[in-house]
Protein backbone atom coordinates (compact mmCIF):
# COMPACT_ATOMS: atom_id res chain seq x y z
CA UNK A 1 0.00 0.00 0.00
CA UNK A 2 2.78 2.56 0.67
CA UNK A 3 4.38 1.52 -2.64
CA UNK A 4 1.30 2.87 -4.28
CA UNK A 5 0.92 5.84 -2.16
CA UNK A 6 4.39 6.88 -3.06
CA UNK A 7 4.05 6.26 -6.82
CA UNK A 8 0.44 8.46 -7.22
CA UNK A 9 2.78 11.23 -5.08
CA UNK A 10 5.09 10.54 -7.23
CA UNK A 11 2.99 11.22 -9.82
CA UNK A 12 0.99 13.90 -9.05
CA UNK A 13 4.15 15.66 -7.81
CA UNK A 14 5.39 15.54 -11.69
CA UNK A 15 2.55 16.69 -13.41
CA UNK A 16 2.20 19.70 -10.64
CA UNK A 17 6.47 20.11 -11.43
CA UNK A 18 5.54 20.11 -15.15
CA UNK A 19 2.70 22.55 -15.59
CA UNK A 20 4.65 24.94 -13.43
CA UNK A 21 6.72 25.08 -16.02
CA UNK A 22 4.62 26.39 -18.80
CA UNK A 23 3.83 29.91 -19.84
CA UNK A 24 0.25 30.94 -19.76
CA UNK A 25 0.28 32.21 -23.84
CA UNK A 26 -3.77 32.77 -23.94
CA UNK A 27 -2.56 35.80 -21.31
CA UNK A 28 0.61 36.77 -23.19
CA UNK A 29 -1.14 36.68 -26.68
CA UNK A 30 -4.35 39.17 -25.53
CA UNK A 31 -2.11 41.70 -24.32
CA UNK A 32 -0.39 41.45 -27.33
CA UNK A 33 -3.92 41.94 -29.26
CA UNK A 34 -5.35 44.59 -26.84
CA UNK A 35 -1.98 46.40 -27.87
CA UNK A 36 -2.34 45.99 -31.24
CA UNK A 37 -6.22 47.19 -31.00
CA UNK A 38 -4.92 50.04 -29.32
CA UNK A 39 -1.69 51.11 -31.43
CA UNK A 40 -3.99 50.93 -34.10
CA UNK A 41 -7.07 52.47 -33.17
CA UNK A 42 -8.94 49.69 -34.03
CA UNK A 43 -12.72 48.94 -32.62
CA UNK A 44 -12.60 44.97 -32.42
CA UNK A 45 -15.07 42.44 -31.23
CA UNK A 46 -14.11 39.37 -29.76
CA UNK A 47 -15.22 35.36 -29.44
CA UNK A 48 -14.48 33.55 -26.23
CA UNK A 49 -11.80 31.80 -27.76
CA UNK A 50 -9.56 34.44 -27.86
CA UNK A 51 -9.84 35.83 -31.48
CA UNK A 52 -10.52 39.35 -32.16
CA UNK A 53 -11.56 40.51 -35.04
CA UNK A 54 -12.86 44.27 -37.01
CA UNK A 55 -15.26 43.80 -39.75
CA UNK A 56 -14.92 46.74 -42.14
CA UNK A 57 -17.43 45.38 -44.77
CA UNK A 58 -19.27 42.22 -43.76
CA UNK A 59 -20.12 42.16 -47.45
CA UNK A 60 -23.68 40.87 -49.16
CA UNK A 61 -23.30 37.22 -50.58
CA UNK A 62 -23.00 34.14 -49.10
CA UNK A 63 -21.63 33.38 -45.55
CA UNK A 64 -19.30 30.09 -45.51
CA UNK A 65 -19.11 27.23 -43.03
CA UNK A 66 -16.63 24.71 -42.20
CA UNK A 67 -17.47 22.86 -45.51
CA UNK A 68 -16.95 25.75 -47.50
CA UNK A 69 -14.07 26.37 -50.22
CA UNK A 70 -13.79 30.04 -49.90
CA UNK A 71 -11.17 31.97 -51.94
CA UNK A 72 -9.66 34.93 -50.12
CA UNK A 73 -7.04 37.16 -50.58
CA UNK A 74 -5.20 38.38 -47.52
CA UNK A 75 -1.55 39.73 -46.06
CA UNK A 76 -0.46 38.07 -42.74
CA UNK A 77 1.58 40.10 -40.43
CA UNK A 78 2.60 39.28 -37.07
CA UNK A 79 2.22 41.88 -34.48
CA UNK A 80 5.15 44.05 -35.18
CA UNK A 81 3.88 44.35 -38.46
CA UNK A 82 6.10 42.17 -40.34
CA UNK A 83 4.22 40.15 -43.63
CA UNK A 84 4.79 36.55 -43.24
CA UNK A 85 2.91 35.74 -45.96
CA UNK A 86 0.52 37.42 -48.40
CA UNK A 87 -1.66 36.31 -51.69
CA UNK A 88 -2.57 38.09 -54.97
CA UNK A 89 -5.20 40.55 -55.25
CA UNK A 90 -7.16 37.15 -56.87
CA UNK A 91 -6.22 35.49 -53.38
CA UNK A 92 -6.60 31.64 -52.88
CA UNK A 93 -9.08 29.06 -52.66
CA UNK A 94 -8.52 26.10 -50.12
CA UNK A 95 -11.49 24.60 -47.83
CA UNK A 96 -11.90 26.03 -45.04
CA UNK A 97 -11.44 22.73 -43.14
CA UNK A 98 -7.82 22.56 -44.17
CA UNK A 99 -6.67 25.48 -42.28
CA UNK A 100 -5.58 27.08 -38.94
CA UNK A 101 -8.21 27.50 -36.57
CA UNK A 102 -8.13 31.67 -36.09
CA UNK A 103 -9.10 31.18 -39.95
CA UNK A 104 -12.30 28.73 -39.44
CA UNK A 105 -13.41 30.62 -36.87
CA UNK A 106 -13.04 33.90 -38.71
CA UNK A 107 -13.52 33.55 -42.23
CA UNK A 108 -17.69 32.89 -41.25
CA UNK A 109 -17.81 36.38 -39.83
CA UNK A 110 -17.90 37.71 -42.77
CA UNK A 111 -20.11 36.92 -46.32
CA UNK A 112 -19.08 37.13 -49.54
CA UNK A 113 -17.39 40.29 -50.74
CA UNK A 114 -16.76 41.31 -46.97
CA UNK A 115 -13.24 42.31 -45.56
CA UNK A 116 -11.56 43.04 -42.28
CA UNK A 117 -9.05 41.96 -39.91
CA UNK A 118 -8.32 38.77 -37.86
CA UNK A 119 -6.54 38.70 -35.00
CA UNK A 120 -5.67 35.39 -33.83
CA UNK A 121 -4.09 34.15 -30.64
CA UNK A 122 -0.93 31.86 -30.83
CA UNK A 123 -3.40 28.88 -29.53
CA UNK A 124 -5.71 29.40 -32.60
CA UNK A 125 -2.76 29.88 -35.21
CA UNK A 126 0.73 27.66 -35.15
CA UNK A 127 0.71 27.37 -31.35
CA UNK A 128 3.78 26.34 -29.73
CA UNK A 129 5.24 25.29 -33.58
CA UNK A 130 7.28 27.65 -35.67
CA UNK A 131 6.36 27.91 -39.35
CA UNK A 132 8.54 29.05 -42.20
CA UNK A 133 9.03 32.75 -40.95
CA UNK A 134 6.75 32.92 -38.06
CA UNK A 135 8.08 31.91 -34.76
CA UNK A 136 6.31 29.64 -31.98
CA UNK A 137 3.72 31.55 -29.94
CA UNK A 138 2.90 33.79 -32.47
CA UNK A 139 -0.01 36.21 -32.71
CA UNK A 140 -0.97 36.37 -36.21
CA UNK A 141 -2.76 39.39 -37.43
CA UNK A 142 -4.80 38.86 -40.97
CA UNK A 143 -5.91 41.55 -43.51
CA UNK A 144 -8.83 39.32 -45.20
CA UNK A 145 -10.83 40.38 -48.27
CA UNK A 146 -13.32 36.89 -48.70
CA UNK A 147 -13.71 37.02 -52.65
CA UNK A 148 -16.04 33.95 -52.65
CA UNK A 149 -17.38 30.73 -51.35
CA UNK A 150 -18.36 27.90 -52.90
Known amino acids: M ?5 LVITCISILLISNCNKTDYSEIDEEIIQ ?17 HYVIENPGTGDTPNLNSTVTVAYTGRLSDGTIFDESDPNGISFPLSGVIHGWQQGIPLFKEGGSGILLIPSALGYGSQ ?9 VLIFDVHLLDVD
Not at 130 to 138: L, Q, R
Open 2 to 6: KKVSF
Open 35 to 51: QYISDNNLSAQSTGSGL
Open 130 to 138: AVGSIPSNS
